[in-house]
């Protein structure tokens, strides 16, 4: 078998690390004011206190919330090696109640070496978890819930959520829930009798700072550097796009020089400019454009919930205001609407409403202001007034 390069192992060296989460993170999580420190501050109190508690973690896809809270979990595995056990659910996956708590079953029946049975009906499993965490609480061993996609679980009956919380207000549990959620309202999709039994805690998980950016970069002294690096976080401004922006730059690095350039960065904001949300509104009809222009208008008017009839009023008040061409009638719009999300350029703001017809249905736009304008650009026949527009907001 032929020896590695050095400089080959030095550059598989450096992806792996910018794949690792918890190598990146490990540089934030020294500041007492950060998130690292809270989230173990609350879970290590619950561990060495034997109280229950429960919180939120909130931020946009990429922020480092779970990436925090395994930093976390694997500290306190190290400092109290035989008195923490961690429950991993996911809404995507879990949001059935049926499926939850038999998932909570199956890791529990894992963790202390028990016999799972998989036919033990909903109430069984229930009772099971119950039992358990008055046998670890007697134990003093603590169990973490962690669920991620915490809004899922906030959907229907939420009995899962209620049945949990309730079984926590015993007075020998020992409990904490931690809820990832990339909605930064979740806490109020909760139902009332969910919400008392609920912490009012939530740490969110913010874009980082610059002082936060330049402590994992320190080569921003060229002018023509930091246009790139301004150029990219005003579409992506999560440490996870910039961790795939230097993973993309590392990896077109001359080997022979061993240094980064400049055109490597380059290169690398080109390939991630090219997404497909982008290449999708380049592919918009002139009428699709107008709808995403109008909802792109109702967030700029702090119009937290809209649906197709706001959105249509925003369309005709556009078309009354600059008495365009594009005027269209409301079935040609609705059929428009209906193809954007079936594009995943806009989606429904929660799966609720689905007794309710389109029209009527709370939604979201899914790119940013700087994808859209971005995009409108680049389209062939974006008309002038959109661009217009989108420029005063």
């Given at each position: ?17 910018l ?22 501050f609350?879970i ?8 229950n ?9 990429g ?18 090696p ?19 708590f ?12 028990l016999?799972?049975?998989?036919m ?31 809004d899922?679980f ?13 079984a ?5 549990s ?12 979740a ?34 002294a ?11 976080f ?8 910039l ?5 993309s ?9 061993g ?22 509104v ?13 909802m ?8 937290s919930?809209?649906?197709?009839n706001s ?15 594009d005027?269209?009638?409301r079935?040609?719009c ?16 929660d ?43």
């Amino acid at each position: 078998m032929e020896k590695e390069e050095p400089a080959v192992k030095s550059l598989n060296l450096i992806r792996g690390r910018l794949c690792n989460p918890s190598f990146v993170f490990r540089s934030l999580s020294g500041s007492p004011d950060g998130n690292y420190s809270k989230l173990k501050f609350i879970i290590s109190s619950s561990v060495s206190e034997g109280c229950n508690n429960t919180i939120l973690l909130l931020g946009p896809r990429g922020s480092g919330k779970a990436a925090v809270f395994d930093l976390v979990v694997g500290d306190l595995l190290q400092e109290f090696p035989d008195s923490v056990s961690v429950i991993r659910l996911n809404g995507l996956l879990h949001s059935d109640d049926n499926c939850a708590f038999k998932e909570i079953a199956r890791q529990l029946c894992t963790e202390h070496h028990l016999l799972f049975s998989k036919m033990a009906s909903f109430d069984e499993n229930l009772q099971f978890m119950i039992a358990m965490l008055r046998e670890c609480g007697l134990a003093h061993k603590t169990i973490i819930f962690v669920l991620d996609e915490f809004d899922m679980f906030a959907q229907g009956k939420q009995r899962l959520l209620y049945s949990l919380l309730d079984a926590m207000q015993s007075v020998t549990s020992q409990a904490v829930v931690v809820g990832i959620s990339s909605r930064l309202d979740a806490d109020q999709l909760l139902e009332k009798r969910v919400r008392s039994r609920f912490s009012n805690r939530k740490l969110l998980f913010l874009p980082p700072s610059k002082e936060e950016l330049d402590s994992l970069l320190k080569i921003t002294a060229d002018a023509r550097f930091k246009d790139i690096l301004e150029t990219f976080f005003n579409a992506n401004s999560t440490v996870n796009s910039l961790l795939k922006l230097l993973f993309s730059a590392v990896s077109s690095m001359d080997l022979n020089s061993g240094l980064l350039s400049l055109e490597n960065f380059k290169s690398a904001l080109s390939i991630m400019q090219r997404q497909t949300k982008l290449e999708a509104v380049r592919d918009c009809s002139v009428l699709e454009l107008y709808i995403l222009v109008c909802m792109k208008r109702l967030e700029a008017k702090e119009q937290s919930s809209y649906n197709f009839n706001s959105v249509m009023k925003e369309y005709k008040a556009i078309h009354d205001s600059f008495q365009t061409s594009d005027y269209y009638a409301r079935t040609v719009c609705l059929r428009a609407f209906e193809h954007l999300l079936q594009r995943e350029l806009i989606c429904y703001a929660d799966n609720r409403g689905q007794a309710q017809t389109v029209e009527y249905r709370p939604a979201n736009l899914l790119i940013s202001a700087f994808e859209l304008h971005h995009g409108m650009r680049s389209h062939k026949c974006c008309p002038a007034i959109l661009l217009k527009l989108l420029d005063h907001l």
